[in-house]
């Protein structure tokens, strides 16, 4: 689930947006500022969804948010590493 965080939005302007457009980037962009969990709304048929459609994955566009995250999230961890170590010899 994606949270905005603006008073002056309305329910209607969300859903607009079609926020499942976004949910790649933003996710991306959590693991790589550090976040060790990730929430996301996985739905079959996401138009026919009783509440939060507008925002849910459909499985196969999570499995491919899975893999990407999963891979960022290792190379971060690399990252991490060599900076430690580059530190460390100083």
Same mark, same amino acid.
Not at 37 to 46: F, N, Y
Not at 52 to 64: A, C, N, T
């Given at each position: 689930?994606?949270?905005?965080?603006?008073?002056?939005?309305?329910?209607?302007?969300?859903?607009?947006?079609?926020?499942?457009?976004? #949910?790649?980037?933003?996710? *991306? !962009? =959590?693991?790589?500022? /550090?976040?060790?969990? +990730?929430?996301? &709304? #996985?739905?079959?048929?996401? *138009? !026919? =969804?009783?509440t939060? /459609?507008?925002?849910? +994955?459909?499985? &196969?566009?999570?499995?491919?948010l899975?893999?990407?995250?999963?891979?960022?999230?290792?190379?971060?961890?690399?990252?991490?590493?060599?900076?430690?170590?580059?530190?460390?010899?100083?």
């Open positions: 689930m994606l949270v905005l965080m603006n008073k002056d939005v309305t329910k209607e302007q969300i859903e607009r947006v079609k926020q499942w457009d976004i #949910v790649m980037p933003m996710a *991306q !962009a =959590a693991v790589v500022a /550090g976040a060790n969990g +990730l929430m996301i &709304e #996985v739905h079959q048929d996401p *138009q !026919a =969804a009783l939060d /459609g507008f925002q849910s +994955l459909k499985p &196969e566009k999570f499995r491919v899975l893999n990407r995250v999963q891979e960022l999230a290792a190379f971060v961890q690399r990252m991490a590493h060599c900076t430690e170590k580059s530190e460390s010899l100083h």
